[in-house]
């Protein structure tokens, strides 16, 4: 049959995309290398709105493979940001997921990568604030980020505990 292609890895597992690719699977980064009309996966690590927008006019067949702990973290940030949030991502700025969250909310999305970079902030007092984490880190990634966070900003606040 015709190609399924894969926006980025799917997962960051070497062996799953090599079985894909040697079954017909095509990898590719940007939704415009992918034929008018083809089946598109779109990877555990999301995709921002304006992606999906972009497959939809190509009129591809989207397999939407996000992880639902990613999806619950774009239902946040674009929830929030509407409610007049500015939102602080703790991650890595080029990780794929990180763009994908900053696309849920355009313009209103910081992404922290350290302690230094939490310390560069100025929002004043009355900025409502969120923070959110890139799924992928561990608590020991991001711990004194966090906290760093909540030292600076008492009034920041989160995901509720337990629920991702």
Same mark, same amino acid.
């Given at each position: ?25 095509? %990898? ?7 034929? &008018?009309?083809?089946?598109?996966? %779109?990877? /555990?690590? *999301?995709?921002? $709105? @304006?992606? &999906? /927008?972009? #497959?939809? #006019? &190509? ?5 939407? /493979? ?14 929030? /940001? ?20 900053? *696309?849920? @909310? $355009? ?15 100025? %929002? ?19 711990? @004194?980020?966090?906290? #760093? ?10 995901? $509720?505990?337990?629920?991702?």
């Amino acid at each position: 049959g015709s190609p399924v292609y894969v926006k980025h890895s799917i997962v960051h597992n070497e062996v799953v995309c090599e079985a894909m690719r040697k079954k017909g699977a095509v %990898f590719v980064e940007e939704i415009s290398d992918i034929p &008018r009309g083809a089946v598109a996966v %779109f990877s /555990a690590h *999301g995709v921002s $709105p @304006a992606v &999906r /927008a972009e #497959a939809e #006019a &190509r009129q591809l067949q989207v397999v939407d /493979a996000t992880c639902p702990l990613v999806t619950k973290v774009h239902v946040y940030v674009k929830q929030k /940001a509407e409610q007049g949030y500015h939102i602080i991502l703790i991650g890595h700025k080029n990780h794929v997921e990180v763009i994908g969250t900053q *696309g849920e @909310a $355009p313009g209103a999305v910081t992404v922290v990568e350290s302690v230094e970079d939490v310390e560069q902030l100025s %929002f004043s007092d009355s900025q409502k604030l969120f923070y959110a984490t890139q799924t992928t880190l561990s608590l020991d990634d991001c711990g @004194a980020i966090r906290q #760093a966070l909540i030292e600076k900003y008492p009034k920041i606040e989160t995901i $509720p505990s337990g629920s991702i």
